[in-house]
Protein backbone atom coordinates (compact mmCIF):
# COMPACT_ATOMS: atom_id res chain seq x y z
CA UNK A 1 0.00 0.00 0.00
CA UNK A 2 2.54 2.62 1.11
CA UNK A 3 4.56 1.87 -2.32
CA UNK A 4 1.80 3.46 -4.09
CA UNK A 5 1.94 7.20 -2.66
CA UNK A 6 4.81 9.86 -3.43
CA UNK A 7 4.49 11.19 -0.32
CA UNK A 8 5.64 9.70 3.33
CA UNK A 9 4.97 12.22 6.03
CA UNK A 10 5.87 11.34 9.38
CA UNK A 11 4.89 12.40 12.84
CA UNK A 12 8.01 12.82 15.00
CA UNK A 13 7.46 11.82 18.87
CA UNK A 14 6.07 8.24 19.26
CA UNK A 15 6.68 7.80 15.68
CA UNK A 16 10.52 8.68 14.70
CA UNK A 17 11.54 9.47 18.42
CA UNK A 18 11.07 7.24 21.61
CA UNK A 19 9.75 10.21 23.34
CA UNK A 20 6.45 9.30 25.43
CA UNK A 21 7.77 9.21 28.28
CA UNK A 22 9.35 11.82 28.94
CA UNK A 23 6.75 14.35 27.72
CA UNK A 24 4.28 12.54 29.75
CA UNK A 25 6.25 12.98 32.64
CA UNK A 26 7.32 16.03 32.40
CA UNK A 27 3.56 17.52 31.81
CA UNK A 28 2.43 15.78 34.93
CA UNK A 29 5.30 17.67 36.79
CA UNK A 30 4.30 21.02 35.57
CA UNK A 31 0.85 20.67 36.33
CA UNK A 32 1.41 18.96 39.81
CA UNK A 33 3.78 21.84 40.68
CA UNK A 34 1.40 24.65 39.43
CA UNK A 35 -1.53 23.12 41.23
CA UNK A 36 -3.23 20.16 39.60
CA UNK A 37 -4.53 16.91 41.51
CA UNK A 38 -1.60 14.41 41.63
CA UNK A 39 -4.79 11.69 41.02
CA UNK A 40 -5.08 12.49 37.64
CA UNK A 41 -4.11 9.76 35.32
CA UNK A 42 -1.13 8.95 33.19
CA UNK A 43 -3.65 8.76 30.16
CA UNK A 44 -4.35 12.16 30.38
CA UNK A 45 -0.69 13.33 30.17
CA UNK A 46 -0.03 11.27 27.02
CA UNK A 47 -2.81 11.28 24.89
CA UNK A 48 -2.48 15.47 25.40
CA UNK A 49 1.33 14.92 24.01
CA UNK A 50 1.14 17.26 20.75
CA UNK A 51 -1.35 19.64 22.08
CA UNK A 52 -0.64 23.09 22.20
CA UNK A 53 0.27 22.94 25.94
CA UNK A 54 -2.08 25.87 27.04
CA UNK A 55 -5.32 24.72 25.67
CA UNK A 56 -5.82 21.46 27.86
CA UNK A 57 -3.47 22.42 31.03
CA UNK A 58 -5.47 25.53 32.09
CA UNK A 59 -8.38 22.96 32.41
CA UNK A 60 -6.70 21.01 35.58
CA UNK A 61 -4.34 24.05 36.84
CA UNK A 62 -5.56 26.91 39.35
CA UNK A 63 -6.38 29.92 36.87
CA UNK A 64 -4.29 32.14 38.73
CA UNK A 65 -1.21 29.77 37.25
CA UNK A 66 -2.26 29.61 33.39
CA UNK A 67 0.16 32.64 33.23
CA UNK A 68 3.13 30.36 34.26
CA UNK A 69 2.46 27.46 32.16
CA UNK A 70 4.47 28.31 28.96
CA UNK A 71 7.33 29.46 30.88
CA UNK A 72 7.73 26.98 33.11
CA UNK A 73 7.42 24.20 30.22
CA UNK A 74 10.50 25.80 28.56
CA UNK A 75 12.20 26.04 31.69
CA UNK A 76 12.08 22.39 32.86
CA UNK A 77 12.03 21.05 29.14
CA UNK A 78 15.57 23.48 28.61
CA UNK A 79 16.82 22.21 32.16
CA UNK A 80 16.19 18.15 31.43
CA UNK A 81 16.76 18.08 27.95
CA UNK A 82 19.04 20.78 26.66
CA UNK A 83 21.49 17.78 26.30
CA UNK A 84 19.62 15.54 25.89
CA UNK A 85 18.43 13.83 22.45
CA UNK A 86 16.22 10.80 22.29
CA UNK A 87 16.61 7.34 21.02
CA UNK A 88 15.15 7.09 17.48
CA UNK A 89 12.60 4.30 17.32
CA UNK A 90 14.73 1.58 15.32
CA UNK A 91 13.91 0.87 11.80
CA UNK A 92 13.30 4.17 11.29
CA UNK A 93 16.63 5.37 9.39
CA UNK A 94 16.36 2.54 7.62
CA UNK A 95 12.83 3.30 6.35
CA UNK A 96 14.02 6.76 5.57
CA UNK A 97 16.63 5.46 3.53
CA UNK A 98 14.15 3.11 1.89
CA UNK A 99 11.79 5.73 0.58
CA UNK A 100 14.53 7.70 -0.73
CA UNK A 101 15.80 4.60 -2.74
CA UNK A 102 11.92 4.32 -4.02
CA UNK A 103 11.64 7.88 -5.59
CA UNK A 104 9.61 8.77 -2.99
CA UNK A 105 9.31 11.55 -1.03
CA UNK A 106 9.50 11.91 3.07
CA UNK A 107 8.62 14.52 5.83
CA UNK A 108 8.43 15.28 9.14
CA UNK A 109 5.50 17.45 11.03
CA UNK A 110 5.58 18.09 14.28
CA UNK A 111 4.38 20.64 17.03
CA UNK A 112 8.44 20.81 17.87
CA UNK A 113 10.03 24.24 17.18
CA UNK A 114 12.20 24.45 14.66
CA UNK A 115 15.37 24.34 16.94
CA UNK A 116 14.02 21.32 18.09
CA UNK A 117 13.20 19.54 14.66
CA UNK A 118 16.51 20.67 13.26
CA UNK A 119 18.41 19.36 16.39
CA UNK A 120 16.57 16.28 15.94
CA UNK A 121 17.23 16.13 12.32
CA UNK A 122 21.39 16.68 12.73
CA UNK A 123 21.95 14.63 15.80
CA UNK A 124 20.36 11.45 13.36
CA UNK A 125 22.06 12.64 10.48
CA UNK A 126 19.23 12.96 8.90
CA UNK A 127 19.92 15.92 6.38
CA UNK A 128 20.71 13.99 3.57
CA UNK A 129 17.81 11.54 3.65
CA UNK A 130 14.98 13.51 4.50
CA UNK A 131 13.05 16.18 1.73
CA UNK A 132 11.27 18.28 4.08
CA UNK A 133 10.33 19.13 7.64
CA UNK A 134 7.66 21.48 9.05
CA UNK A 135 7.75 22.36 12.76
CA UNK A 136 5.20 23.82 15.33
CA UNK A 137 7.01 27.28 14.35
CA UNK A 138 5.60 27.33 11.12
CA UNK A 139 1.87 26.70 11.63
CA UNK A 140 -0.64 28.77 13.36
CA UNK A 141 -2.51 25.98 14.28
CA UNK A 142 -1.46 22.33 16.16
CA UNK A 143 -3.36 18.85 14.97
CA UNK A 144 -6.03 17.66 14.58
CA UNK A 145 -5.84 20.74 12.27
CA UNK A 146 -4.57 19.91 9.44
CA UNK A 147 -2.57 23.12 8.07
CA UNK A 148 1.08 21.09 8.77
CA UNK A 149 -0.18 18.46 6.16
CA UNK A 150 -1.86 21.39 3.74
CA UNK A 151 1.50 23.31 3.63
CA UNK A 152 3.81 20.66 3.25
CA UNK A 153 1.56 19.29 0.00
CA UNK A 154 1.86 22.88 -1.10
CA UNK A 155 5.35 22.52 -0.57
CA UNK A 156 5.59 19.58 -2.51
CA UNK A 157 2.94 20.15 -5.16
CA UNK A 158 1.17 17.06 -4.22
CA UNK A 159 -2.80 16.68 -4.24
CA UNK A 160 -4.23 14.98 -0.77
CA UNK A 161 -4.54 11.44 -2.32
CA UNK A 162 -0.81 11.57 -3.71
CA UNK A 163 0.50 11.26 0.44
CA UNK A 164 -0.08 9.03 3.20
CA UNK A 165 0.80 10.05 6.94
CA UNK A 166 2.34 8.16 9.72
CA UNK A 167 1.22 8.61 13.06
CA UNK A 168 0.76 7.66 17.03
CA UNK A 169 -1.86 9.72 18.19
CA UNK A 170 -5.91 10.23 17.41
CA UNK A 171 -4.59 14.15 16.89
CA UNK A 172 -2.73 13.09 13.98
CA UNK A 173 -5.37 10.58 12.75
CA UNK A 174 -7.64 13.42 12.95
CA UNK A 175 -5.21 16.09 10.70
CA UNK A 176 -4.95 13.60 7.99
CA UNK A 177 -8.79 13.08 8.24
CA UNK A 178 -8.85 16.63 8.04
CA UNK A 179 -6.38 16.50 5.04
CA UNK A 180 -7.71 14.15 3.24
CA UNK A 181 -4.71 12.10 3.40
CA UNK A 182 -4.77 8.21 3.81
CA UNK A 183 -3.16 7.65 7.13
CA UNK A 184 -1.26 4.64 8.75
CA UNK A 185 -0.74 4.39 12.80
CA UNK A 186 1.52 3.11 14.63
CA UNK A 187 1.71 1.17 18.17
CA UNK A 188 5.20 3.12 19.02
CA UNK A 189 3.76 6.19 20.46
CA UNK A 190 0.61 6.89 22.15
CA UNK A 191 -2.49 4.85 20.95
CA UNK A 192 -2.87 1.15 21.08
CA UNK A 193 -4.34 -1.65 19.11
CA UNK A 194 -7.92 -0.97 20.49
CA UNK A 195 -7.15 2.64 19.65
CA UNK A 196 -7.04 2.36 16.12
CA UNK A 197 -9.12 -0.74 15.18
CA UNK A 198 -12.13 1.58 16.82
CA UNK A 199 -10.96 3.96 14.64
CA UNK A 200 -10.90 1.04 11.76
CA UNK A 201 -7.84 2.18 10.69
CA UNK A 202 -4.22 -0.01 9.31
CA UNK A 203 -1.59 -0.16 11.90
CA UNK A 204 1.93 -1.75 12.02
CA UNK A 205 3.70 -1.82 15.61
CA UNK A 206 6.78 0.84 14.46
CA UNK A 207 7.70 2.66 11.41
CA UNK A 208 9.86 0.16 10.02
CA UNK A 209 6.95 -1.70 9.12
CA UNK A 210 5.19 0.65 7.07
CA UNK A 211 6.80 -0.93 4.26
CA UNK A 212 4.71 -4.24 4.64
CA UNK A 213 1.07 -2.52 4.04
Not at 95 to 107: R, W
Amino acid sequence: MISNYKYILLDVDGVVLSSINYYMDLFRDIAESLGASKNIANEFYKKNIGVKLNTWMINIVPEENHQKIKDLFFAKHRDTAENHQFPIIEGTKETLLKIKENNQKSCLISSKTRASMNSVIKYNSLESILDFSISGDEVKNFKPDPEGIVKTLKYFNAKPDEAIFVGDSLHDLGAARNANVRFIGVLSGICTKSDWELEKVSYVPSVKEIFTL
